[in-house]
């Protein structure tokens, strides 16, 4: 099956940085897609951005576009989001999920990782 590690939360001020990182391991992964999702409390789980493992294809949502990137080392097996210009609202928990397709619904990813808590203060 497949593992995935997040590392690189914490606590950071408003227009601070943070890099997230999401090792995978347990498959190879040349057909799959890699998004972040966040959940903040009391909120509903969305989705940040993906990128596919194969070509040069990535998604972002609207909230994040301009601040965030999403990248990924094949070498490494991981994918990384590098987090700029952070906002209070950009408080979660950031989960890594692989799935088949480029989804929004969280619902069409298979493995999730255990998440990293981001906490930006004001």
């Known amino acids: 099956q497949v593992q995935l590690v997040e590392s690189g939360g914490g606590l950071v001020q408003a227009g601070g940085s943070l890099r997230l990182s999401c090792a995978a391991s347990?498959?190879?992964?040349?057909?799959?897609?890699v998004a972040w999702f966040r959940q903040a409390p009391g909120k509903e789980r969305e989705f940040v951005a993906a990128?596919?493992?194969?070509?040069?294809?990535?998604y972002y949502a609207d909230s994040v576009k301009g601040r965030f990137t999403i990248s990924r080392d094949n070498a490494k097996n991981a994918v990384y989001l590098q987090m700029n210009s952070l906002k209070p609202e950009d408080t979660a928990v950031y989960y890594c999920?692989?799935?088949?397709?480029?989804?929004?619904?969280?619902?069409?990813?298979?493995?999730w990782g255990q998440g990293t808590q981001v906490t930006v203060s004001s």
């Open positions: 347990g498959r190879t992964f040349s057909s799959y897609v």
């Open positions: 999920a692989v799935g088949l397709s480029p989804s929004v619904e969280s619902a069409l990813y298979s493995y």
């Open positions: 990128i596919r493992w194969s070509g040069s294809n990535t």
